[in-house]
């Protein structure tokens, strides 16, 4: 069983920076696909990062050139860079591991309340 805990979630002034940790309980990298979600209150959960096995990444329209998904195998541990925060990034975020094999086994952290203030 995968476990993710989430961190560095937190009250930001709009342009400034945060980094979101997402702590594996295992190496899974190899069969799973990472991922960053976001939830604004009344909005539908959005996908906002992923990063593969093979390292390849993508990123929603509303985020690229500003956020940053990356990882580290020793840590097991994923991250998303957030830079030039807007108020419209607050949202809580979720990290994800989605199986590679089987369609229907997702992992999903707790969430961490990101909020930008203008």
């Known amino acids: 069983q995968v476990q993710l805990v989430e961190s560095g979630g937190g009250l930001v002034q709009a342009g400034g920076s945060l980094r979101l940790s997402c702590a594996a309980s295992?190496?899974?990298?190899?069969?799973?696909?990472m991922a960053w979600y976001r939830q604004a209150p009344g909005k539908q959960r959005e996908l906002v990062a992923t990063?593969?096995?093979?390292?390849?990444?993508n990123y929603a329209d509303s985020v690229k050139g500003r956020f940053i998904i990356s990882r580290d195998n020793a840590k097991n541990t994923v991250y998303l860079q957030m830079n030039s925060l807007k108020p419209e990034d607050t949202a809580v975020y979720y990290c994800?591991?989605?199986?590679?094999?089987?369609?229907?086994?997702?992992?999903w952290g707790q969430g961490t309340q990101v909020t930008v203030s203008s």
């Open positions: 994800a591991a989605h199986s590679y094999s089987i369609a229907t086994k997702d992992y």
């Open positions: 295992g190496s899974i990298f190899s069969f799973y696909a």
């Open positions: 990063f593969t096995s093979g390292g390849s990444t």
